[in-house]
T-cell receptor, first 114, second 112 residues
């Protein structure tokens, strides 16, 4: 499968715990995005990388959230001290570095904070 | 700031009848607009995109959308619905910061 892959598919955690998600983009794509989707809503932009550089961060990305893409390939999204409000689907997408290039999305990681 | 409003949260059609999913946009400049589809347990898939080349855009699976600047609309249509079209559809605008802004989605149900 040469699409965007995300791991794990589901994560259940207790409030206050830290969680980390991984995204593997399509291999030649140098742009990588993280989005969050809550029930009944469209995805909301969290952050964006071009290669290893994190170029944009949404105001939704509180201090408890950190994202990395150390070698410009895979990316991780960590949430520290999880809260029940963090429960959502976390989506990763990648694209080529061209204007208006379409995004390819992974199937997401569903986080449930108990 | 850019935004999109999807006018219907749920649409039901019978198989073989036309589909119309409505979207209005707000943008301070010429927008890039997209429609994405999300099937259960699958990633979002691009149906079509408008980037000012032509106002009528054809996408995959027989879908098309027409950009109407005077109405600030970008409605998605399909002449004949198929059972496999049942999914959630998102109208999306690309902002100046290259990020996508999604509408709240329209759940399409196709009845046999």
């Amino acid at each position: 499968d040469t699409g965007v892959s995300q791991d794990p598919r589901h994560k259940i955690t207790k409030r206050g715990q830290n969680v980390t998600f991984r995204c593997d983009p399509i291999s030649e794509h140098n742009r990588l995005y993280w989005y969050r989707q809550t029930l009944g809503q469209g995805p909301e932009f969290l952050t964006y990388f071009q290669n290893e550089a994190q170029l944009e961060k949404s105001r939704l990305l509180s201090d408890r959230f950190s994202a990395e893409r150390p070698k410009g390939s895979f990316s991780t999204l960590e949430i520290q001290r999880t809260e029940q409000g963090d429960s959502a689907m976390y989506l990763c997408a990648s694209s080529l570095n061209r204007s208006n290039e379409k995004l390819f999305f992974g199937s997401g990681t569903q986080l449930s904070v108990l | 700031a850019q935004s999109v409003t999807q006018l219907d949260s749920h649409v039901s059609v019978s198989e073989g009848t036309p589909v119309l999913l409505r979207c209005n946009y707000s943008s301070s400049y010429s927008p890039s607009l997209f429609w994405y589809v999300q099937h259960p347990n699958k990633g979002l898939q691009l149906l079509l995109k408008y980037t000012s080349a032509a106002t009528l855009v054809k996408g995959i699976n027989g879908f098309e959308a027409e950009f109407k600047k005077s109405e600030t609309s970008f409605h998605l249509t399909k002449p004949s619905a198929h059972m496999s079209d049942a999914a959630e559809y998102f109208c999306v605008v690309r902002g100046s910061a290259r990020q996508l802004t999604f509408g709240s989605g329209t759940q399409l149900t196709v009845l046999p």
